[in-house]
C-alpha cells in the first residue's frame, strides 16, 4: 500500500524534545570482561580501570575520550562505580567480568564534556578461511578483543544459519533486511584469508568500504581488522557537531502505514534526534525536516548503522541526505 498525502495529514507528528533512549543488541553497553593475572587488589584494580576506559568508549559511541581532562582520574576511581563484578576461569586464563552502574556511567561521559551520537550498534562478524568456511567465535576472540578495547561491540553468525557472505558483501538488500531482523545492526564485517594477507569489507548502512592487510599470523591479520574496523566505523559515524543541526531527510521504501510509524518509532529512538516532521510525501518516500545533535550526513550515517535504514547516493532534491527504509 502506497502512503497517500491524505495518510500523511492523518498520521503527521511532532517529536520534540525526545529522551535520549539507549539499545544494546549484544549484552549491557555497561558490561566488560577483562583478563587478569590473579585476584590481588593491584590486579582488580587495573583491570577496573580497562573495562571503565572501554565502556566509557562505548557509551560515548566510539569517540576517543583519552584527551579529555578529567579521564585519568575517572579511571583512577573506576571502583567507586562498580555495581558487580565476577571472577571466571576461561580457556585464555582469568578473567574478571565487571559491570558498571549505568547512571553513574552516564554521568561521568557528561561531566567528561562528551556529546555522544549514542551506543553503536555491534558489528556482525563473517569471516572466512583460505577453505571459505566461517570462523566461529573461539576463532575470531583476538579480533572481538581488540576491537572490544577500543569500546566496539562484535557478535557472530548463527551457526546453524549463517547469512550468505556473498549477498552481504552484494549489498543485497533482503540479506541486509534479515541481518537487521535477527542481529540488531547495519555494521557487518566481511573477511577472507589468503594465508598471510586478507581481504576485508566494512558495510556500513548499505555502504561498502574495502580494504586488505598482512600479517605474518593469524592474529595479527585478526587485530589488523579491528584496527581497520574501528577506525572506518570512527570515521563515518563519530561525527559530532559544534551544537543542534536541522535539517531535510528523503526515506523511500515505505509501503504501508506502519512502515511509517516504524521510521518515526527509529527516529524518536535515537539519541541524537530532539525534533521530526513530516513535510511530505511522494508514493512510497517522506520529506522529513528533522533537528537533531549531529549534521544531517552523521545523523544518516548513524541512522543507517542501526540496520533499518539504507544509505542511498546522491540526496533527493530539497533533501540533505537519502535513506531506503528495510522492511
Known amino acids: 500500500m502506497r502512503l497517500s498525502r491524505l495518510l500523511i495529514a492523518t498520521l503527521l507528528l511532532v517529536f520534540a524534545a525526545l529522551p535520549p533512549l539507549h539499545a544494546q543488541a549484544s549484552g549491557s553497553p555497561y558490561s566488560v ?38 579521564y585519568g582520574d575517572a579511571l583512577g576511581k573506576a571502583g567507586s ?52 568456511s566461517l570462523f566461529d567465535q573461539a576463532a575470531l576472540a583476538s579480533l572481538a578483543a581488540a576491537a572490544a578495547a577500543r569500546g566496539t561491540n562484535v557478535v557472530y553468525p548463527d551457526a546453524a544459519n549463517p547469512p550468505d557472505p556473498a549477498k552481504v558483501a552484494a549489498v543485497d538488500s533482503a540479506a541486509l533486511a534479515a541481518i537487521n531482523r535477527q542481529y540488531h545492526t547495519g555494521l557487518v564485517l566481511l573477511g577472507k584469508l589468503h594465508g598471510s594477507s586478507a581481504d576485508w569489507t566494512l558495510i556500513s548502512g548499505g555502504q561498502p568500504q574495502r580494504w586488505s592487510s598482512h600479517g605474518a599470523t593469524e592474529d595479527a591479520l585478526l587485530g589488523d581488522a579491528a584496527g581497520g574496523m574501528v577506525d572506518r566505523i570512527g570515521k563515518q559515524l563519530n561525527v559530532v557537531g559544534a551544537g543542534p543541526s536541522e535539517g531535510k531527510l528523503w526515506i523511500s521504501g515505505l509501503a504501508s502505514a506502519a512502515d511509517y510509524a516504524n521510521l518515526l518509532n527509529a527516529l524518536q529512538a535515537d539519541p541524537a534526534v530532539r525534533q521530526v516532521t513530516t513535510v511530505g510525501a511522494e508514493n512510497d518516500a517522506v520529506l522529513l525536516y528533522v533537528k537533531a545533535s549531529l549534521p544531517m550526513t552523521g545523523l544518516a550515517a548513524n541512522l543507517a548503522a542501526g540496520g533499518h535504514l539504507l544509505l542511498q547516493g546522491e540526496p533527493h532534491a530539497g533533501a540533505d541526505a537519502n535513506l531506503r527504509w528495510l522492511h
Open 33 to 70: 570482561v577483562v583478563p587478569v593475572a590473579d585476584t590481588s587488589d593491584a590486579q582488580r584494580d587495573q583491570a577496573f580501570a580497562t573495562a571503565l576506559g572501554q565502556v566509557l568508549t562505548r557509551v560515548a559511541g566510539g569517540q576517543d575520550l583519552r584527551s579529555n581532562p578529567g
Open 81 to 132: 562505580i562498580v555495581q558487580k563484578f565476577q571472577y571466571q576461569r576461561a580457556a585464555t586464563g582469568l578473567i574478571l567480568d565487571v559491570e558498571f552502574e549505568p547512571g553513574s556511567v552516564r554521568r561521568l561521559v557528561s561531566k567528561l564534556g562528551v556529546a555522544s551520537a549514542g551506543i553503536k550498534p555491534p558489528v556482525l562478524l563473517l569471516v572466512q578461511g583460505s577453505d571459505g
